[in-house]
């Protein structure tokens, strides 16, 4: 069996902070994956987060957690617990870019994204 680990490496990343990972806990114990995704892997009837802070901002995401929106419950997060969850998606971002860019073809009919532009 081979396993193809080529571009997987994620030593490059800094590692998650404790906000972020409280973020993490509480992105996962709201089940907020069932709505959104991530790197298009989740539910539907919310948007993509990947790189939601880069292209919106912290404060953007942040005004969407706190207050919810018509599709969107209010979960009645305190504040330490919304920043908890902007670090978490902050923490994402940084893992890469989706939808991809910019795509390699190889002779042999492998596809790999090209550096990223930002």
């Given at each position: 069996?081979?396993?193809?680990?080529?571009?997987?490496?994620?030593?490059h990343l800094p590692p998650m902070s404790?906000?972020?990972r409280l973020g993490q806990n509480i992105?996962?114990?709201?089940?907020?994956?069932?709505?959104?995704?991530?790197?298009?892997?989740?539910?539907?009837?919310?948007?993509?987060?990947?790189?939601?802070?880069?292209?919106?901002?912290?404060?953007?995401?942040?005004?969407?957690?706190?207050?919810?929106?018509?599709?969107?419950?209010?979960?009645?997060?305190?504040?330490?617990?919304?920043?908890?969850?902007?670090?978490?998606?902050?923490?994402?971002?940084?893992?890469?870019?989706?939808?991809?860019?910019?795509?390699?073809?190889?002779?042999?009919?492998?596809?790999?994204?090209?550096?990223?532009?930002?």
């Amino acid at each position: 069996m081979t396993v193809y680990t080529s571009g997987t490496d994620t030593t490059h990343l800094p590692p998650m902070s404790d906000q972020a990972r409280l973020g993490q806990n509480i992105y996962q114990d709201k089940n907020c994956i069932a709505c959104h995704q991530f790197y298009g892997l989740g539910g539907y009837m919310g948007p993509d987060l990947t790189n939601v802070i880069s292209t919106r901002g912290e404060a953007y995401a942040g005004a969407f957690i706190t207050s919810g929106t018509a599709r969107m419950p209010n979960f009645d997060l305190s504040p330490d617990e919304v920043s908890a969850l902007v670090a978490f998606l902050s923490a994402v971002d940084q893992t890469g870019t989706y939808p991809p860019k910019n795509y390699a073809v190889a002779w042999n009919g492998t596809v790999s994204q090209e550096d990223d532009p930002r």
